[in-house]
């Protein structure tokens, strides 16, 4: 099945090291990055989330995996894999200069939210 360029994956079977991947789950996007081991007998697989840097376990049952587009570099783009229109002068002119955002006020900044998380308690008895 292809959606909009990405095909979604049934199996682990079907992934390979070094592919791109995201994996949703009700219609959010929870972890996106590179397969790092495959485990086919369990559909189990390890991707290093490319966000975090953090080694993620993922179930292919329990997440709709989709294959993601590689993001590159636009230093590694050489210029003859372009499309012709993108080579036109008035495609190569810089973008107008944008103002400055506002400088903001740290005062009036609010404080970050504390972690909705409670603390985990271990509460001891002699009874």
Avoid: C, Q, Y
Avoid at 35 to 50: K, R
Avoid at 67 to 90: F, G, N, Q, S, Y
Wanted: charged share 30%; aromatic share 4%; net charge neutral.
């Amino acid at each position: 099945m292809d959606t909009g360029g990405n095909t979604i994956v049934r199996t682990s079977s079907e992934l390979s090291v070094g592919e791109e991947i995201e994996a949703w789950h009700k219609g959010r996007l929870f972890h996106r990055g590179r397969v790092a081991e495959t485990i086919p007998t369990t559909d189990l697989f390890w991707i290093v989330d490319s966000r975090t840097g953090a080694r993620k376990l993922l179930d292919v049952e329990a997440l709709e995996i989709v294959r993601a587009e590689k993001a590159v570099a636009a230093e590694t783009v050489r210029p003859e894999t372009l499309r012709p229109e993108a080579l036109r002068p008035e495609a190569l002119r810089p973008e107008p200069a944008r103002p400055e955002p506002a400088r903001v006020d740290k005062a009036r900044v609010a404080a970050p939210r504390p972690s909705r998380r409670e603390p985990h308690v271990v509460w001891f008895s002699n009874a």
